[in-house]
């Protein structure tokens, strides 16, 4: 069964600091892989996703996420916050028709 | 373009009673779905639609009902409301489904239900 854990619930970095956030899926075949973002009282917002190829992409808003096979991984990573980037995020893999989404990281971000 | 649109934005609804959240889209999408998203749990698919006049089953359908009878449209009814059904839900909808790179999934700003 297709399933997405996320194991951070919520992650506080100083602004100005790496982020690292961390989404392992579980799938049979190859995974689309997608990194969504929702603000407080908003919908998602896709920040990137992963269909094949290059197992590095980027995103908008300066993210990037690295798929990695062998860990069943779909990190995401930020090199420097912005306190604008205080949100929820949420990895999701697509499967035939439908999206399965992990529960989540809230980032809180210090000035 | 107003994207995907959900009405009400917030409800608050007696155990029992009934409702229709309204999900409308203007892009022209076939693919919609109905989620519901609660504290910790992550958004959980609930009915979801290829195309007009075609719906199926999420992971957690129970006690809901869907309509598709125009590609704009998909409603989502709640029958006889009851407080585990407390939660948000999101309307989304896609150009086509998964398997396509250019078809990301777009959202509405969601729907607040209470059921007291």
């Known amino acids: 069964a297709q399933s997405v854990t996320q194991p951070d619930i919520h992650i506080t970095v100083s602004e100005g600091a790496s982020l690292e956030l961390r989404c392992n899926y579980s799938?049979?075949?190859?995974?689309?892989l997608f990194w969504y973002v929702q603000s407080p009282g908003q919908g998602l917002q896709l920040l990137l996703k992963y269909f094949s190829g290059d197992t590095l992409v980027q995103g908008i808003k300066g993210f990037e996420a690295e798929f990695k096979r062998s860990q069943s991984s779909f990190n995401l990573r930020k090199p420097s916050v912005h306190w604008s980037d205080a949100a929820e995020y949420f990895c999701?893999?697509?499967?035939?028709?439908?999206?399965?989404f992990g529960t989540g990281t809230s980032l809180t971000v210090i000035p | 373009n107003a994207g995907v649109t959900q009405t009400p934005k917030f409800r608050i609804l007696k155990i029992g009673q009934s409702m229709t959240l309204q999900c409308t889209q203007d892009m022209n999408h076939n693919y919609m779905y109905w989620y519901r998203q609660d504290p910790g749990m992550g958004l959980k698919l609930i009915y979801y639609s290829v195309g007009a006049g075609i719906t199926d089953k999420g992971e957690v359908p129970n006690g809901y009902n869907v309509s598709r009878s125009t590609t704009e449209d998909f409603p989502l009814r709640l029958e006889l409301a009851a407080p585990s059904q407390t939660s948000v839900y999101f309307c989304?909808?896609?150009?086509?489904?998964?398997?396509?790179?250019?078809?990301?999934?777009?959202f509405g700003n969601g729907t607040r239900l209470t059921v007291t």
């Open positions: 799938y049979g075949a190859t995974p689309y």
């Open positions: 999701a893999v697509g499967a035939v028709n439908q999206f399965y």
């Open positions: 989304a909808s896609s150009r086509t489904g998964v398997s396509s790179y250019n078809s990301p999934l777009h």
